[in-house]
């Protein structure tokens, strides 16, 4: 009976430090990357700051790169996974006549750099005009709730409590004229991420959904991308937020010459057509009046 009872009360206390064990496990962790921070590494270069209209030369050359994470070692996307990324944000913008070429830049280029200062450079060495800056903040967050599994092991007795993992990922993109340091326009991307695990297997969860929320939350921004890029032209014209001038051999995404050339060619083609047709029935008529 006392063995029994010895049993009992040190399975409870196993259970306990386990529990305790893995309760510390669980919590909260957040990842970032701030555009004001990098931009503005201090406070009087923000009220310094004065944004001229900006000049932009189309078609425009653009550099996309992500803002490095605030615990540069520590945090943050991989490099593999930032490039990416990036390459689903590139196809977004050349699907627009104004946009040149995009580069693709590390963010180990803008990595203790000082806001507008490094972009001119990064600009000058990638022969970029404008810069689009992708920032980041995710929480990923592992709660405990009451779906616990009893296991046994071959040590006793084992109690796995469950958890609500969920992973809120929000990303923006910013894009600048570099040599006005204006912002043209930005484009938001959310997503939220949540799934039941046991404690043990949390934290390969997490990593997982962590990478699957930020591929998620750049797609939604794409699309509100896509939306921005094809409303700029209108408000440059109607706006008039920014100046603009023309590449030479660039026409601005009007009517191309050889389109001109073949619609001259359709109409000749229709008129001779025609006069044929006109010509045939006044013969016809010609002969029935005979």
Same mark, same amino acid.
């Given at each position: 009976?006392?063995?029994?009872? /010895?049993? +009992?009360?040190?399975? &409870? ?6 529990? *305790?064990? =893995?309760?510390?496990? %669980? ?105 689009? /800056?992708? +920032?980041?903040?995710? &929480? ?6 009451? *779906?616990? =599994?009893?296991?046994? %092991? ?137």
């Amino acid at each position: 009976m006392k063995a029994k009872i /010895l049993i +009992s009360i040190l399975s &409870v206390l196993c259970i306990t430090s386990c529990s *305790a064990f =893995l309760s510390n496990n %669980t919590g909260k962790k957040t990842q970032s990357s701030s555009l004001m921070d990098f931009l503005y590494p201090n406070h009087e270069s923000r009220a310094a700051h004065k944004p001229e209209i900006p000049v932009l030369t189309l078609p425009v050359k653009v550099g996309l790169a992500f803002v490095p994470s605030k615990n540069w070692q520590r945090d943050g996307i991989h490099n593999k996974d930032q490039i990416e990324l990036l390459e689903k944000v590139k196809k977004t913008f050349l699907k627009y006549d104004y946009i040149d070429r995009i580069e693709i830049i590390p963010s180990s280029y803008l990595n203790g750099g000082e806001g507008f200062t490094t972009l001119e450079q990064v600009g000058r060495l990638y022969d970029v005009d404008v810069m689009a /800056l992708v +920032s980041y903040d995710q &929480v990923t967050q592992s709660l405990e709730n009451n *779906a616990a =599994l009893l296991y046994w %092991t071959i040590v006793g007795m084992y109690i796995i409590p469950g958890n609500e993992n969920s992973v809120q990922t929000f990303v923006d993109t910013a894009v600048f004229d570099i040599k006005s340091k204006k912002m043209l326009f930005r484009a938001p991307g959310l997503n939220k991420l949540e799934k039941r695990t046991t404690a043990v297997g949390v934290d390969d969860t997490l990593t997982q959904k962590s990478l699957e929320g930020f591929g998620l939350a750049v797609t939604d921004m794409t699309s509100n991308l896509e939306a921005e890029l094809a409303n700029f032209k209108i408000r440059v014209k109607e706006e008039k937020i920014a100046k603009v001038e023309h590449r030479a051999g660039y026409s601005g995404g009007s009517i191309s010459y050889y389109f001109i050339f073949l619609l001259l060619i359709f109409c000749t083609r229709v008129y001779f057509s025609q006069a044929n047709k006109v010509q045939q029935h006044g013969t016809l008529l010609r002969k029935t009046l005979k």
